[in-house]
C-alpha cells in the first residue's frame, strides 16, 4: 500500500469486483469503490451524508488551517460562494494577460535548459503552473524566491500528509523524532512570506487578483475574513490549483509522444481557432479537440487517483450498507480504467470525448475533478493553464520521449510520475501548421 495503493486496490477490484471492504493501515475500515451508482449517490445525492474524511481533515487541516478543502456544512457553503467570483468567466478572461506574462518568463528559462538537452519536463511544468496559481493569487509582485519556497513547502508538507495516512502506526514516531516539527516549521516558514504580502496589500491600491477576491468577500453581517483566514484559504487554492494541472500536463505530453496523427490534428486547431491571436480564456470553449486530448488525458491518469469520505450517519445503497463512521473511498483511477465502461481502457483515444460519444458515457465514470457540489473550484483554471502552456510548447517545440526510460505513477495526495518524464525538445519545423508565433 504505501509503495503503490493504485496497483492494490486495482488488484482487489480485480478479485473482490467494483465495491469492498478494506482497513487503512490495518486500522481504519474503508468501502472502496468504482461503481458509478454508489459514487454518484455519495458525492451528488446524498452528499450531506458523507464530509470529508478526519484524514482529510485532521492531517490537511493541520497545516493547511481551515478552508475549502477541510470545512463542512454552512462554513463550506460560505466560502465557496464567496471564493466563486473569482473563477467566473470574466475574471479569467482578465487573468490571461497576467498568466500570459508569467509564461513569458518561465519559458525563457525553459528554453536555456531545452537547448542542452533532454530535461525532466514534471519539475519544469511544475514552476510554471504554481507561478501562475501564484501569480493569478498574488498578483504580478509575488517574487520568483517566494513562489519557489512556497512551491517546495507544500510538496513537502503532501508527501509528509500521505505517509501519516498511510502508515497511521507511525504518527506516534513522527511527534518524538523531529519529522512532525520540521514540517511544522516549513508550513511556519511559507505563512511568513504570504501573511506579509495580505497585509502589504491592505495598504495599497485594490488589485484584479484572487486575493482582491478574498480581501472583498464580506458575510451576511457584513464582516470581512481575517488575515489568518485569508492565508488559510490562499494556501488552499495553491495546494489546488497548481498540482492537478502541472501533472495533467506532464502526463498528457508523455501520451502525445506516441500520437503523432493527435498532435498534428491538435497543432491544425490551436491555429485555426487563434489564428496569431494571443491566447485567453475566450478560446477555451472553442478548442474542441484540445479539450477532448486533455480529458482523456485526465481519464488515464487522474490527477486525484482516489476521493474519500467519511459518513456521518449509515446508509444504504444499491443494497450495500454504509455504517455510520466508516469510510467511503470512490477510487477515481479504478473508475476510469473499468472496461465496463471504458472499451479497450489503456489506450489513449481523444475521440472518446468526442460530442457523439461523451454524452453516451455513463454519469460519474469520468470525474478527475471530483463530482457533485464540491467538484472543483478552479476546473476551468486548470483547463486555461493546460491549454495556454501546449498551445507554447507546439509552437516552440517538436519533441519526444528520451529513450531507456520506466515511465510509472506514484500516487501521492496527487498522480505523480515517479521518476519524472524525461524529452528532448527541437525547435518546431519551420512549417504553416505549426509556425512560431506569440503565445
Request: glycine share 6%; with cysteine.
Amino acid at each position: 500500500m504505501v509503495r503503490n495503493p493504485v496497483a492494490v486496490f486495482s488488484q482487489y477490484n480485480h478479485q473482490y469486483g467494483d465495491t469492498f471492504r478494506f482497513y487503512i493501515g490495518g486500522i481504519k475500515e474503508a468501502i472502496v469503490t468504482t461503481n458509478p451508482a454508489i459514487i454518484q449517490h455519495v458525492l451528488k445525492t446524498n452528499s450531506e451524508n458523507y464530509h470529508k474524511s478526519e484524514i482529510q481533515k485532521k492531517r490537511m487541516g493541520h497545516f493547511l488551517g481551515s478552508g475549502l478543502l477541510t470545512t463542512e456544512g454552512e462554513a463550506w457553503r460560505i466560502h465557496r460562494r464567496l471564493i466563486q467570483k473569482g473563477f467566473d468567466r470574466k475574471q479569467l478572461q482578465e487573468f490571461s494577460i497576467l498568466l500570459r506574462e508569467t509564461l513569458d518568463d518561465a519559458f525563457r528559462k525553459f528554453d536555456a535548459q531545452a537547448a542542452l538537452g533532454p530535461v525532466d519536463i514534471y519539475p519544469h511544468i511544475m514552476k510554471m503552473t504554481f507561478a501562475m496559481v501564484a501569480r493569478a493569487l498574488f498578483g504580478a509582485k509575488l517574487k520568483e524566491e517566494d513562489i519557489d519556497l512556497v512551491s517546495h513547502t507544500i510538496s513537502a508538507v503532501q508527501e509528509f500528509i500521505v505517509r501519516q495516512t498511510l502508515q497511521p502506526y507511525l504518527n506516534p514516531l513522527f511527534a518524538v523524532n523531529g519529522e512532525l516539527r520540521k514540517h511544522e516549521e516549513m508550513r511556519a516558514r511559507a505563512d511568513r512570506v504570504l501573511i506579509e504580502y495580505i497585509e502589504k496589500r491592505r495598504h495599497e491600491a485594490p488589485g484584479s487578483d484572487l486575493l482582491q477576491t478574498l480581501m472583498d468577500a464580506r458575510y451576511s453581517d457584513g464582516s470581512a475574513m481575517s488575515d489568518g483566514l485569508i492565508l488559510s484559504e490562499s494556501m488552499h487554492l495553491l495546494v489546488a490549483g497548481h498540482e492537478t494541472s502541472s501533472n495533467s500536463l506532464s502526463w498528457l505530453l508523455y501520451l502525445l509522444t506516441s500520437r503523432p496523427d493527435c498532435l498534428a490534428k491538435l497543432r491544425q486547431e490551436f491555429d485555426s481557432v487563434l489564428n496569431g491571436a494571443p491566447m485567453s480564456f475566450e478560446h477555451v470553449g472553442r478548442l474542441e479537440y484540445a479539450t477532448q486530448i486533455v480529458n482523456e488525458a485526465l481519464r488515464l491518469y487522474p490527477p486525484f487517483w482516489m476521493i474519500d469520505r467519511m459518513a456521518v450517519a449509515e446508509d444504504n445503497v444499491g443494497g450495500f450498507t454504509i455504517p455510520q463512521g466508516s469510510m467511503v473511498i470512490v477510487y477515481v483511477y479504478g473508475a476510469h480504467h473499468a472496461a465496463q465502461y471504458w472499451p479497450d481502457p489503456e489506450r489513449f483515444d481523444p475521440e472518446r470525448f468526442s460530442k457523439s460519444n461523451e454524452a453516451a458515457q455513463t454519469p460519474f465514470t469520468h470525474i478527475p475533478f471530483g463530482g457533485g457540489p464540491r467538484g472543483c473550484i478552479g476546473g476551468n483554471f486548470a483547463m486555461l493553464q493546460i491549454l495556454m502552456i501546449l498551445n507554447i510548447l507546439l509552437k516552440k517545440y517538436d519533441f519526444e520521449l528520451t529513450p531507456g526510460q520506466n515511465i510509472e505513477a506514484r500516487p501521492m495526495v496527487i498522480l505523480r510520475p515517479k521518476n519524472g518524464i524525461r524529452m528532448t525538445f527541437t525547435p518546431a519545423i519551420a512549417s504553416d501548421r505549426h509556425a512560431v508565433a506569440h503565445a
